[in-house]
């Protein structure tokens, strides 16, 4: 049988863009193990194989076991793994990024390290959730307070239209069942939020902790860019769950919330969304996916990697480790 240490690492160019593959798949009771580049989920029903390079994230329920080797192609393939318990959805795992380039990365980290441009972000972020309002001039605090209030009254507006009784947004951490049925299903879509926002965050290749709302997390960027569709799908959303039934709300939000990013083609706006956010210098090119490694010179040139540059040698000497 041919080994995983046996097989090539899939090239950025033979996986499947971030933007087209399936949001999430949550999986319980089953084992899951690898066959070729595929997944397998089997439990006593049989054997069922699932490509893993059109994963976005894998939800492990209740019962779940996953072996090395799947995690394997699951970190190849740049795929997210998240366990889910009965406590909502904790991100324990991401695969490698899509993109070899650390273009993205490098924009990021520009934007954010400037103190302005790091506001401007941030005013972009609030007037990409909140369209009416022109957030130019607003000091942090200022935004704070007005998301603070938008959300407020979205919740409000929310129970009036599916006339459920509001009584605060109710939370302990480590405790999903502590919360009326409404308040159990927003967690649920949060938490499945962060994990689909980490994955496509980390698949770009940029960094889950360098936010410019968010800070002093590991997650920052990750709950920044899960924000931005809190107030149109997430909280929407799980009031009709709870307006439905009040029983296994956690579940049917999950499965509401995965058939939602679908119909609104939610990964790719995503992508879209954190491209435009951070390139405020051109268009990414998608041609620099390609496994090329250069080297920092004086104004702002890059030189070839794997050459000898001493300046006393116009012959350089190709070296490696």
């Known amino acids: 049988m041919t080994t995983v240490s046996q097989r090539t690492a899939l090239s950025p160019r033979q996986l499947t ?15 899951v193990h690898r066959d ?13 194989h699932i490509p893993s390079a059109t994963i976005g994230t894998l939800l492990l329920g209740p019962g779940t ?7 394997s192609v699951l970190a190849e393939t740049g795929a997210a793994v998240c366990w889910v318990g009965e406590h909502g959805v ?58 603070g209030r938008r959300v407020k009254a979205c919740y409000r507006a929310q129970a009036a239209r599916t006339g459920i009784p509001w009584r605060g947004r109710q939370y ?5 069942t502590s919360g009326d049925p409404v308040n159990q299903a927003i967690t649920a879509a949060a938490q499945c939020m962060y994990g689909i ?21 590991e997650l920052s960027f ?51 969304d954190i491209k435009r956010l951070l390139l405020k210098d051109g268009p990414f090119d998608p041609g620099s996916d390609q496994d090329v490694v250069t080297l920092q010179s004086d104004g702002g040139r890059q030189v070839p990697s794997g050459l000898n540059h001493d300046d006393d040698r116009h012959d350089y000497e190709r070296v490696s480790w």
């Open 222 to 272: 990750v709950l920044d860019i899960a924000d931005l569709y809190k107030t149109e799908i997430g909280i929407p959303l799980a009031f009709d769950t709870a307006a439905q039934d009040e029983e296994d709300v956690g579940a049917r939000t999950r499965r509401a919330l995965r058939d939602r990013i679908n119909e609104t083609s939610l990964l790719n706006r995503c992508v879209d």
């Open 17 to 31: 863009r971030t933007a087209e593959r399936i949001s999430f798949i949550y999986l319980e009771r089953c084992t």
């Open 36 to 48: 070729a580049n595929a997944i397998t989920a089997q439990d006593a029903e049989g054997t069922t």
């Open 65 to 71: 076991r996953i072996t090395h080797q799947a995690m």
């Open 90 to 147: 904790r991100f324990y795992a991401a695969g490698r990024a899509l993109s070899r380039s650390s273009a993205l990365m490098e924009a990021q980290a520009r934007q954010w390290a400037n103190t302005r441009s790091r506001l401007a972000v941030a005013r972009a972020m609030y007037q990409m959730r909140f369209p009416d309002e022109d957030p130019a001039g607003l000091t942090r605090h200022e935004l704070l307070g007005r998301e």
């Open 197 to 217: 926002a980490h994955a496509v965050v980390t698949s770009l290749g940029c960094s889950p902790a360098l936010g410019f709302v968010h800070s002093g997390h």
């Open 172 to 176: 302990v951490p480590g405790d999903f």
